[in-house]
């Protein structure tokens, strides 16, 4: 393992413990997209299937399964425990106008016709639009709470390093997976215009 693809880990980690610590301690999940955390525990209980058939390594397992475990405690938090400061009202993205044409175009492209591998695909493949409800509610309310913004930016941060982790990949071990790198540069894509607001906000709070 590299080191641009430890700190993705790393920085994933992060942002998934500073949502559930903002929303522990507020007693809140206010400005947080219940469905954007909907559509990301389905990217991590599709992806890690092969948690059952095949082992790595003890880090590999250990990320996994924390992984899978934050993202339902998420949306549990949001849709149970603290279900009277979710807002639905503002929370109005179509999913399934990602979920189906995902699951289609990983039924067409993908790396083997086996049902591990379409959903593994159709993981990749929502995982770069999953977080559009978040962006989504934030466009319709003109504002982002401080930790919501720290969350995804810290999001962002690991499809970049990965980004660069395939890159280095690339050059050092010969492997390249189309199908993910393709799905990174879009997800990363779609956080450009947040990295730009997110920065500029940054230096004016500086001076």
Request: hydrophobic share 55%; glycine share 6%; charged share 15%.
């Given at each position: 393992m590299n080191i641009f693809r430890l700190t993705g880990d790393l920085s994933h980690l992060a942002a998934i413990v500073i949502l559930l610590l903002k929303i522990w301690k507020t007693r809140s999940c206010a400005g947080?997209?219940?469905?954007?955390?909907?559509?990301?525990?389905?990217?991590?209980?599709?992806?890690?299937?092969?948690?059952?058939?095949?082992?790595?390594?003890?880090y590999n397992t250990s990320m996994k399964l924390i992984y899978i475990a934050c993202s339902y405690a998420t949306v549990y938090l949001i849709y149970m425990k603290f279900k009277a400061t979710y807002d639905g009202n503002h929370d109005t993205f179509r999913v399934e106008f990602l979920v189906v044409p995902v699951g289609g175009l990983s039924f067409l492209v993908n790396h083997d016709f086996?049902?591990?591998?379409?959903l593994w695909t159709f993981s990749i493949y929502l995982e770069s639009v999953a977080i559009l409800p978040q962006l989504f509610m934030i466009s319709k309310t003109g504002e982002a709470e401080t930790i919501t913004t720290h969350y995804l930016f810290f999001l962002?941060?690991?499809?970049?390093?990965?980004?660069?982790?395939?890159?280095?990949?690339?050059?050092?071990?010969?492997?390249?997976?189309?199908?993910a790198v393709v799905a990174g540069v879009v997800q990363t894509i779609l956080y450009c215009d947040f990295f730009y607001l997110y920065i500029t906000k940054a230096l004016l709070f500086s001076f």
């Open positions: 947080i997209s219940g469905k954007s955390q909907l559509l990301f525990a389905l990217v991590f209980t599709t992806r890690y299937l092969d948690l059952f058939t095949s082992f790595i390594s003890l086996s049902p591990l591998e379409i962002g941060l690991y499809r970049a390093l990965y980004l660069v982790n395939w890159i280095w990949r690339f050059y050092f071990e010969g492997f390249f997976d189309l199908i």
